[in-house]
């Protein structure tokens, strides 16, 4: 089942075009503000999730393997070049509605921004993986409709800042959290007995927030990251837990 994404898409659209609409007609501080506060919200996230770690060893190789395989792979390059293919085709009233002029050789990084942000602030997260798992196993999207109400908000809040480009992360949303419950259904018998407490998704929950960490830090001005080359240390993880229980290392 997909019922929870679908439901997720429909709360982002919904939250980006409301932000959109009233981005304008907030003061900027206001818009400041607004997104400042969703950083450090994502900071006390990314933070709660990191330290679930029972070996901070997991996480770190995690983030480093993670992040040559997301540097060698360009995601980040990518998803900007996608941002920017959307600005060109959605042509001028995209850039207006987000406050950016239109592309002349160096703009367009309004609705890329908003694009690569909304989708790492959506798509990242133990509600994301286990949420879209028990969807998929069981029919379950408690936690998926939880999620979906925070992304709404968190869409507003963005879009007022970061422009039109959050409303275009809903179909990484529905391509993420529902593929993942598409293979949770096709591969059930394997992933059945998954919960919190299960290893490998603890240790890719705590990967996960220091993914999160850097997202925090774009958010709130600090250094800006590319955060997602970081992406497949999320995936890293749980490799590395399956690995060290065939060697019989306990965590």
């Known amino acids: 089942m997909i019922t929870g994404t ?11 075009a409301l932000g959109t609409l009233l981005g304008n007609r907030l003061p900027e501080k206001m818009r400041q503000t607004v997104l400042h506060g969703l950083g450090l919200i994502t900071l006390t996230v990314g933070l709660s999730m990191a330290i679930t770690t029972r070996n901070l060893l997991i996480p770190l190789f995690s983030v480093l393997i993670g992040g040559l395989l997301g540097e060698a792979l360009a995601i980040d390059d990518a998803l900007t070049r996608l941002g920017a293919w959307f600005e060109r085709r959605l042509g001028g009233s995209l850039g207006a509605s987000a ?36 969807d998929g196993l069981m029919g379950d999207y408690t936690l998926l409709a939880i999620k979906a109400l925070m992304d709404g908000f968190a ?69 800006r990251i590319r955060a997602a080359n970081l992406l497949p240390a999320i995936f890293v993880a749980p490799l590395i837990v399956v690995v060290l229980g065939w060697l019989g290392v306990s965590l």
């Not at 407490?197 to 960490?213: D, K, R």
Request: aromatic content about 6%; charged content about 5%.
């Open 6 to 16: 679908l439901i997720n898409v429909v709360t982002v659209v919904v939250g980006g």
């Open 99 to 134: 406050g950016a002029p239109l592309p002349d050789g160096t703009a367009g990084s309004t609705v890329a921004q908003g694009f690569i942000t909304a989708s790492l602030v959506f798509c990242v997260g133990p509600m994301t993986v286990v949420g879209s798992i028990q």
């Open 155 to 223: 869409a507003m809040a963005l879009a007022a800042s970061l422009g039109a480009g959050v409303i275009l992360s809903a179909g990484t949303v529905f391509g993420y959290q529902g593929g993942l419950s598409l293979l949770a259904m096709l591969f059930a018998a394997a992933l059945g007995g998954v919960t919190r407490e299960t290893p490998w998704v603890v240790e890719m929950t705590a990967t996960g927030g220091v993914v999160i960490l850097s997202i925090a830090f774009i958010l709130l001005d600090i250094k």
